[in-house]
């Protein structure tokens, strides 16, 4: 049987001729093919390059001075899919008409999934009834392939038609409102194309809305009464019970009470072990915000490395909104892990003890497992840089899993100085736990307070004035955050859609924050007074929703389209009743 294997990635087709057996290569221009046996059968591996087909304009509609932006809404027939890569698809056609079978080996994902159904849509166009069948593969470790080689799946449709109908709805709302803005703006001899979305417009009104609440601030004083106090030695800092004092009359008459005291007696004191448990498992959200504050790197990037590990089969396939494990032999991959250069006596000595059932969360999408490091180091410097950081947050994220719980104690205390209270507070780690191998959720320490009875100098009171702060400005692990809670594009593009306001000059970077810049902030307040409905964050979410239920097998794909194609066919409409007004002058 001659059977034709179909991967997303060129990285992805060596590692499986890697895993099936010993090959040879053939080259036809950029184009790189794998050729192999394996029991009686000729194994032919033909990488893509992501998607060969995308959704555009159809030749009539491409002139933006001579077609009217809404018939690319209201007309059916203004989008068509076209190939992007017709070499590839050429040599995918010869490929399939000798073919006895065919096998998908894309991403394991949605996306992954549509782009294979793009091949197999060309492949059938070649050799009708050709049989079709999915690699699913979690992992890229070879043995993890070979196994999967032996299981393979039907095809998800659902999930290929969610994609489809985000591609052929973004494309329809992004050209044409890209196209109505961009003209609006011509009339004031702007050249400059503005480009705009459902998802990258919503980002940027987030962006826009918290520099508003910076703008409009205005800092308030307020007071604070401290006391620095001493005890054998060691040093405590207390602050009045009524702290902060909006009012500077009530902050000084407190002051004039305590102020030349010289002991404070500690009234009331309450002490509390509590328990920190472990961090539960990655999934893609988690995995994104923990590099971007841990890495400070942009999530985009993040995200790149991430599939690289994956490709290179250090790592589970890194995008997944599951966090809690269902199926998965932890034992045999601690086993694995204890035999690394990396951690590897935290890894032995979880199976020393005794190994106990990790920490788990909520969610099982039923995709894969979290995101898992499957694979050690032979040597510290295996990886370099970026994807050794990386890949060690991600192992240190795994092992905390099994440890213990970390011990901490908490007191409070009330303390009377002159004739005014006064409380302190304190944390002390007690017992380490998985914080040993996890520092990136150890709680700030502070010296707990005595006990009551205690008797304390006082060193100093103070009343110091400060100022009420605005919000701070978004974080990418803030940001990710809020349009994970928001239902702003996927766990596959949210930060893919923060890339893109940062490309289109309406974000930038500065250090870890993100702000709008002048071009930026001006769209979007002037969308906000003209066409606050597509800006706003509920218009991208609610479309979400309704792709979400066509990857459920509820929704048809096409049902979806136009709905949305009605639903935004009514917005532009009500835009062009204001439409005279858009300027982003001023």
């Known amino acids: 049987m001659r059977i034709l294997v179909v991967t997303e990635k060129p990285k992805m087709a060596r590692a499986l001729a890697l895993a099936l057996g010993k090959f040879r290569t053939e080259r036809r221009g950029r184009l790189q093919l794998y050729s192999l046996e394996r029991e009686g059968d000729v194994i032919r591996i033909l990488p893509l390059s992501g998607h060969i087909m995308q959704v555009e304009t159809a030749e009539p509609y491409r002139k933006w001075d001579k077609v009217d932006p809404l018939d690319i809404v209201a007309k059916e027939e203004a989008l068509v899919k076209v190939l992007t890569r017709p070499d590839i698809a050429s040599r995918l056609a010869e490929e399939a008409r000798l073919a006895d079978r065919l096998i998908i080996a894309t991403d394991p994902d949605e996306e992954g999934e549509n782009i294979g159904f793009e091949a197999v849509e060309l492949a059938l166009r070649e050799k009708p009834g050709l049989p079709v069948d999915r690699l699913w593969l979690p992992s890229m470790r070879p043995s993890d392939i070979r196994a999967r080689w032996g299981e393979l799946q039907r095809l998800r449709p659902q999930l290929a038609q969610s994609v489809e109908a985000r591609m052929y709805l973004d494309a329809m709302i992004g050209f044409s409102a890209t196209r109505e803005l961009t003209l609006l703006n011509r009339r004031g001899f702007s050249p ?16 826009y809305e918290r520099e508003k609440e910076i703008r409009a601030f205005r800092p308030t004083p307020y007071w604070r009464l401290l006391a620095r106090l001493a005890q054998q030695g060691r040093e405590l800092t207390a602050e009045h019970v009524d702290s902060p004092f909006y009012d500077r009359a009530k902050a000084s008459e407190a002051y004039g009470r305590c102020e030349g005291a010289r002991e404070a007696l500690v009234e009331s004191a309450q002490f509390q072990e509590k328990l920190l448990p472990p961090p539960t498992p990655l999934n893609t959200s988690a995995l994104l915000q923990l590099a971007a504050r841990e890495m400070r790197l942009p999530a985009a990037q993040v995200m790149q490395h991430a599939e690289e590990l994956y490709l290179q089969g250090y790592i589970t396939y890194p995008r ?97 100085i002159g004739g005014e209270r006064f409380r302190a507070k304190g944390l002390k780690v007690l017992e380490e736990g998985f914080l040993a191998i996890y520092p990136y959720a150890r709680p700030q320490q502070q010296a707990l307070p005595p006990a009551q009875g205690t008797s304390l100098e006082v060193r100093a009171v103070e009343l110091v004035e400060e100022q009420t702060k605005p919000p701070p400005r978004y974080t990418e692990a803030a940001l990710l955050r809020l349009m994970e809670r928001l239902g702003i594009g996927t766990k596959s593009t949210r930060a893919g859609h923060i890339d893109t306001v940062v490309k289109r000059g309406y974000v930038v970077r500065r250090g870890t924050l993100l702000l709008p810049t002048k071009l930026g902030y001006r769209l979007a307040e002037e969308l906000h007074r003209l066409w606050p409905e597509f800006l706003n964050p509920s218009f991208s979410s609610e479309l979400e929703k309704r792709l979400q239920a066509i990857a459920r097998g509820e929704r048809g794909w096409r049902e979806v389209v136009d709905e949305g194609r009605a639903l935004f066919g009514g917005m532009m409409v009500r835009l062009r009743q204001e439409r005279e007004k858009f300027s982003l002058r001023g």
Request: net charge positive; charged share 25%; hydrophobic share 40%.
């Open 192 to 207: 400059r194309i503005l480009s705009v979305g459902r998802c990258q417009t919503a980002v940027l009104y987030l962006i």
């Open 320 to 416: 997944t909104d599951t966090d809690r494990y269902v199926a998965f032999n932890h034992e045999a991959n601690l086993r694995a892990l204890a035999k690394g250069a990396l951690h590897a006596k935290y890894a032995g000595g979880l199976l020393e003890a005794g190994l106990t059932k990790p920490r788990q969360g909520k969610r099982y999408e039923g995709d894969h497992e979290p995101i898992t490091p499957i694979k050690p180091l032979a040597e510290p410097t295996e990886l370099r840089g970026p994807l050794l950081r990386l890949y060690e947050l991600v192992l240190r994220r795994y092992l905390a899993l099994f440890g213990p719980a970390a011990k901490v104690m908490e007191g409070e205390a009330l303390l009377r």
